[in-house]
């Protein structure tokens, strides 16, 4: 079974510190991605890759970057953190582009910046 | 453009009654059609896809759905909801890109 595991599941931190949330799936699936969640407004995409080194912008990727380094792990980067970028962050993967499997999930890192 | 409605926030049932989770698509093309279950401070969990054949999508803990092209709604439904089955839902389309809905939360009162 696919395992995708979110390194926190809670995290404090303060305004102006650089932030990594950090993501690791064991199925060698090629597409990984960032969301943000928050109440009434779903799931939004930050950032996604279709392969190593590669990424892409999703719909909100402002004060985001991100890093994928080797297949398996995606990291989610808040260059200067803000007290608007406090939510809960999910990190899913997919096997590839077009495929119709569904994503898998990590349990998520509720995030709170002071 | 792609696009995926929730259009309740939320869903109050009574134990044992039977359920129904709305959702309708706009995407160009042939859906891929999802639908997640999200419990307290966990991520998403699949439940069942719709991708082509028969209307009638059988998924896990007895949830199926509905899937009408003329209608572009997948709705989600249960016979018999269990308390247990209280949780947040989110509908979710695959067409060029993945498309969440805003999610639906369901109250299953005992």
């Known amino acids: 079974d696919v395992k995708v595991t979110q390194s926190s599941r809670y995290l404090v931190k303060r305004t102006g510190e650089k932030v990594f949330l950090e993501c690791v799936q064991d199925?060698?699936?090629?597409?990984m991605f960032w969301y943000r969640q928050d109440p009434g407004l779903g799931l939004r995409l930050i950032y996604f890759?279709?392969?190593?080194?590669m990424k892409e912008k999703g719909d909100i990727p402002e004060g985001y970057s991100v890093s994928r380094e080797k297949k398996e792990r995606f990291s989610l980067i808040l260059e200067s953190a803000s007290t608007n970028q406090t939510s809960m962050y999910l990190c899913?993967?997919?096997w590839g582009p077009g495929h119709n499997q569904p994503q898998h999930f990590g349990d998520g890192t509720r995030l709170s910046i002071l | 453009a792609q696009s995926v409605a929730q259009p309740e926030d939320q869903v109050n049932v009574a134990e044992g009654n039977p359920l129904t989770v709305k959702c309708t698509y706009s995407?160009?093309?042939?859906?891929?059609l999802f639908w997640y279950v999200q419990y307290p401070n966990r991520g998403l969990q699949f439940l069942l896809k719709?991708?082509?054949?028969?209307?009638l999508v059988k998924g896990s803990y007895g949830f199926e759905a509905e899937f009408n092209k003329s209608q572009t709604s997948f709705h989600l439904k249960k016979p018999s909801a269990l308390v247990s089955d209280s949780a947040l839902y989110f509908c979710?389309?695959?067409?060029?890109?993945?498309?969440f809905g805003k999610g639906t939360r369901l109250h299953i009162l005992p």
């Open positions: 199925m060698d699936h090629e597409n």
């Open positions: 979710a389309v695959r067409g060029g890109k993945i498309i």
């Open positions: 995407v160009s093309g042939n859906p891929y």
């Open positions: 719709y991708i082509t054949g028969d209307n």
């Open positions: 890759s279709y392969d190593v080194k």
């Open positions: 899913a993967s997919i």
